[in-house]
Nanobody, 124 residues
Framework: QVQLVESGGGLVQAGGSLRLSCATS????????MGWFRQAPGKEREFVAA????????YYQGSVKGRFTISRDNAKNTVYLQMNSLKPEDTAVYYC?????????????????WGQGAQVTVSS
């Protein structure tokens, strides 16, 4: 069992930055692919970014590429999402997710473990 706890959400003006953290339990963190997803009111949950267990491979949704950076610290069992140049359309609840065998990393259904979510609100 893996428990995920997000932190770092909040309210920021357009153009600002936030860093989300996702702390995990368990002793095999480095074997999990980690993903960040987001869900805005009335919309489906969508992929934002993912990172392989080693941290050597990253994936991004097109609209966040160049603005967001996913990273991980396996010694701290934590994955991060640095969000720069935020836009109002980035407003959503952001979730981190973990899976040991994720192949289609952009698909929510492949992830077995989810955090409770962190609200990010970007004002114009």
């Amino acid at each position: 069992q893996v428990q995920l706890v997000e932190s770092g959400g909040g309210l920021v003006q357009a153009g600002g930055s936030l860093r989300l953290s996702c702390a995990t339990s368990g002793r095999t963190f480095s074997s999990y692919t980690m993903g960040w997803f987001r869900q805005a009111p009335g919309k489906e949950r969508e992929f934002v970014a993912a990172i392989s267990g080693s941290g050597n491979t990253t994936y991004y949704q097109g609209s966040v590429k160049g603005r967001f950076t996913i990273s991980r610290d396996n010694a701290k069992n934590t994955v991060y999402l640095q969000m720069n140049s935020l836009k109002p359309e980035d407003t959503a609840v952001y979730y981190c997710a973990a899976d040991k065998f994720a192949v289609q990393v952009t698909k929510p259904h492949v992830y077995d473990y989810w955090g409770q979510g962190a609200q990010v609100t970007v004002s114009s």
